[in-house]
């Protein structure tokens, strides 16, 4: 996608039209929360798809017109596939803070076919990974522009080597890392419950109870290898009651919890009374006497899907259940309860940000992340979510445990292979062990994404400083 126009308009625009595209297809999926409640959401669907897209577009399009504002006067060349790589991790980087942030399907996701090749994730992220794909995936458009310039067949192999070269060294690095097993906790059997309610079932009052004991069915089901569980895991708002005031319901849940260690469900929690109390989508641990060990509450929260900005102008409600907003946490927190390594426990796409996932004061031993997906249906978006929370482990060096009600649920080692999981809509258990973190943190996980920002910007710097030369000459 490097424009050889020599307009700036036409640059923007094929950026735009390949984002739109680009969006369209990645996103489409989003339509169908909106038709969980077709007869009140569902003239939204097109709409939502088509808005977030084209806002989205905007990205690439600016993405395009800086290759082009960076390019002295002639043909593209090498300098223009540096540019464009390091101006689309930059992109991407900023896609996920601004607005509250949306990094969905970066293009770095792409790798996550092999194990090896997204090892380099621990060392630069998902976006070091954009950049190598974005930078490899340009190159051959080196050797069009050779053959239409009539250069050498030097300038040929030079774009071939600028494809194959860098991924084959990210292959073989990213295999020799493999090798690496950090084993497994000892004293820990994870039962992970996938109920796949229907959305459309999940919050109808003649229907809670039901789903609240086929949970509880599941939980008790007897291990096949005949190891007992010593923690029990439920997906993002399992239970559609507030557990943390009701009694009764809590020593219900508590009949399913290991007698040494605890269930951990997802619920929402009600802080206070009347019209001021505070909503927040939370996760609870609860041991065998119905007591709650610890909370976390999540803290980025879904536009429209669990609040509506600008109430005062958008005068809509919000696609989940209830009449009221829920209210965001304090942040990523590293929770202890009886038996189990320390984790940092992340509700639904909260795993889709790559720089907020552990407490900076307490690094955690392993990621826990709860979701729901059974907005999506049998679509491409719980398999893009699924993919994000596996680049996660692999730049935190952590292992990953995912509980999902309608799927993917699995348990993840702290290089990114899925040792054990329950596919999209199937409904049942998972056990297993809990692997092991990494001895050490990843470069990432130290410093993050900032020193790979730094390279980029220093690489723009000097495209511009080379086009003010060339524009003097």
Request: aromatic fraction near 10%; charged fraction near 15%.
């Amino acid at each position: 996608m490097v424009c050889t126009s020599a307009r700036v308009r036409d640059a923007l625009a094929l950026g735009a039209w390949f984002g739109f595209g680009y969006f369209v297809i990645g996103l489409y999926w989003i339509g169908n929360a909106f038709m969980v409640d077709a007869a009140k959401h569902g003239w939204a669907a097109p709409f939502a798809v088509i808005l977030l897209a084209g806002g989205m577009a905007v990205f690439p399009a600016l993405v395009t017109l800086g290759v082009r504002m960076l390019r002295p006067a002639g043909m593209p060349g090498f300098a223009d596939v540096f540019h464009f790589a390091a101006l689309w991790m930059i992109s991407e980087w900023v896609r996920s803070w601004i607005f509250t942030g949306f990094p969905w399907n970066l293009i770095g996701t792409v790798w996550t076919f092999s194990d090896a090749m997204i090892q380099f994730a621990a060392v630069t992220g998902v976006y070091g990974l954009g950049f190598v794909t974005i930078f490899t995936m340009s190159a051959p458009a080196l050797l069009v522009l050779a053959c239409e310039r009539n250069e050498s067949r030097r300038h040929s192999w030079v774009g071939i080597a600028m494809l194959v070269a860098p991924l084959a060294l990210l292959a073989s690095w990213g295999e020799w890392r493999l090798g690496d097993q950090p084993g497994l906790t000892e004293g820990v059997r994870l039962r992970l419950v996938q109920p796949a309610i229907p959305q459309h079932l999940k919050w109808l009052p003649e229907h809670r109870a039901d789903h609240v004991r086929n949970q509880l069915r599941l939980s008790r089901a007897p291990a096949s290898d005949g190891n007992a569980p010593t923690h029990v895991i439920w997906a993002e708002t399992a239970v559609p009651f507030v557990v943390s005031k009701d009694a009764g319901l809590r020593a219900a849940l508590a009949a399913v919890a290991p007698p040494a260690g605890a269930l951990i469900v997802g619920a929402p929690r009600v802080d206070g009374e009347g019209p001021g109390a505070r909503v927040t989508n939370s996760v609870h641990a609860i041991n065998a006497s119905g007591r709650i060990l610890a909370t976390y509450d999540k803290f980025h929260l879904v536009p429209f899907g669990e609040y509506v900005p600008f109430p005062e102008l958008l005068r809509i409600s919000k696609l989940t259940a209830g009449r009221g907003d829920f209210s965001p946490g304090p942040g990523p927190r590293t929770l202890e309860v009886p038996g189990l390594p320390a984790f940092s426990p992340l509700i639904c796409y909260e795993i889709i940000f790559p720089d907020r996932i552990t407490d900076p004061s307490r690094r955690p031993d392993w990621i826990l992340n709860l979701t729901n997906d059974g907005w999506f249906g049998e679509s491409t978006g719980p398999h893009q979510h699924f993919a994000a929370a596996r680049l996660r482990a692999v730049e935190q060096g952590l292992p990953l445990v995912r509980v999902a009600n309608a799927g993917i649920s699995a348990i993840v080692d702290a290089h990114g292979r899925v040792l054990k999981s329950l596919s999209l809509g199937q409904s049942g258990i998972l056990d297993g062990p809990l692997p092991k973190a990494l001895a050490e943190p990843t470069a990432f996980a130290r410093w993050g994404t900032y020193p790979l920002l730094g390279l980029a910007v220093l690489m723009i710097l000097t495209g511009f400083i080379r086009r003010r030369r060339s524009d003097n000459l």
